[in-house]
């Protein structure tokens, strides 16, 4: 349960990022280039529809893995500025907060060299 979490957690940080990146990329082209309406209005839909599952998943992760009020908020906050997802879903890697029971203060270790967390 705890792997797949962390899996769809990752996944949707990531995209909701670059989907920020299209985003701005098509927006770039339409204000800047002037290239007309492009791919604003499918860059804007995709990155809504990645950003509603971003906040669900966060949600999901927080009651999963019994995150803090302030490690909620922050992942939430980091839906909103550009890439700050991909920068929350590295620092919570980093710092253990994807770690599953057993693998408290490891940082992160378990899910690069692939161990099973020890169940009590």
């Avoid at 893995?65 to 890439?83: C, D, E, K, M, Q």
Wanted: charged share 10%.
């Amino acid at each position: 349960m705890f792997g797949t979490a962390v899996t769809v957690f990752r996944a949707v940080a990531i995209a909701e990022a670059l989907s920020w990146v299209a985003l701005l990329a098509a927006m770039f082209a339409k204000y800047i280039l002037g290239l007309g309406e492009g791919g604003v209005p499918v860059a804007g839909l995709v990155h809504g529809v990645l950003f509603l599952a971003y906040v669900a998943v966060t949600l999901a992760t927080f009651r999963v893995f019994g995150w803090s009020y302030r490690t909620l908020a922050l992942a939430l906050a980091a839906g909103v500025p550009p890439l700050f997802t991909w920068w929350f879903e590295a620092w919570a890697l980093r710092t253990g907060r994807l770690d599953g029971p057993g693998c408290t203060g490891r940082g992160g270790v378990a899910l690069v060299t692939g161990e099973r967390p020890a169940m009590a």
